[in-house]
């Protein structure tokens, strides 16, 4: 399945032009998207409803959208009040049905200079041919290491215990006629999981070794319950290769913030990792994932 993670910048390209449809073009085609920085009712994007215009130029897809904050952006229309919420999150799309979704609000650190907004990881849980897998489309705080490792440290806590939490309901429903279940069997929350989005560090850093354990001797050492940098395991090895380009003390910085991060069971199933390296719909570069979620356990995979 081939899987793609990517922060639009609200629609703006490196060339400062607002088009929406340049990012969406670049994704289609992949089984399941990752988009992060995507809005609602913003000034500076026409108060477009991104996820809905999103929805219309990706027909063939379910999707979940996950606001990180809602603020009021209500106005009155010839005497009528229009109820409207500004929002900036993260989205999901997926070829295949999005079973559940939840939002994981992320902890935050109050700034008195810069500006400072408030992060989000959006979980979506999609039955694949390889089973059930929670696929979260996250965006981690720009300013602070320390912030970052709080929000993965909070992460962290909510994958490992996922086998014994569960998804919108568990148990039986002792009340039928109230059809709380709609007839379905309890909803899967598996400790199977792929992290996609704008972490906001490099390989090597504190935040990315809190994710992938520092295993100098192992380098695709994989845990049951730990993640492993897609890029690292993949079967065909990527070419170096960065997904953001800035200015940095008069010179050019090339930095890969943007990441996939699989559970340790798909650990042999990456097949490559790459980057758009020079596509100017956003600030960002897309990543790219080709990963085996097709072969059923135990006949290819670990």
């Not at 845990?223 to 953001?244: K, M, N, S």
Request: aromatic share 8%; glycine share 8%.
């Amino acid at each position: 399945m081939k899987l793609v993670s990517y922060n639009i910048q609200y629609g703006f390209g490196s060339d400062g032009r607002y088009d929406l449809s340049r990012a969406a073009r670049i994704v289609d085609g992949a089984d399941i998207i990752a988009l992060q920085e995507v809005e609602r009712h913003w000034q500076r994007s026409h108060f477009d409803d991104q996820p809905e215009l999103l929805s219309r130029l990706l027909p063939d897809y379910h999707w979940v959208y996950g606001p990180a904050f809602d603020m009021d952006a209500s106005e009155r229309r010839d005497g009528r009040l229009v109820n409207r919420r500004r929002q900036f999150g993260t989205m999901v799309l997926s070829k295949l049905p999005i079973v559940w979704s939840r939002l994981h609000v992320l902890p935050m650190h109050r700034t008195l200079r810069p500006l400072n907004t408030r992060n989000a990881a959006l979980e979506c849980m999609i039955r694949t041919p390889v089973g059930p897998v929670r696929v979260l489309s996250l965006h981690l705080a720009h300013i602070a290491a320390e912030e970052r490792l709080e929000q993965i440290d909070y992460l962290l806590a909510e994958h490992r215990r996922a086998p014994s939490d569960s998804g919108p309901w568990s148990g039986i429903d002792d009340e039928p006629s109230r059809n709380w279940t709609s007839g379905e069997a309890e909803p899967e929350n598996p400790l199977a999981a792929i992290w996609m989005g704008d972490f906001n560090m490099e390989p090597g850093s504190a935040e990315y070794r809190r994710i992938v354990g520092s295993t100098p001797y192992h380098r695709g050492a994989a845990y049951l319950d730990g993640f492993v940098d897609a890029a690292v395991v993949a079967i065909e090895p990527a070419d170096d290769f960065h997904t953001h380009e800035k200015i940095i003390d008069g010179r050019l910085a090339k930095r890969r913030l943007d990441h996939c991060f699989v559970g340790g069971m798909f650990a042999g199933r990456v097949r490559s990792v790459a980057s758009d390296i020079g596509e100017v719909a956003s600030d960002h570069f897309p990543v790219r994932v080709d990963i085996d979620l097709e072969t059923p356990l135990g006949l290819g995979g670990r």
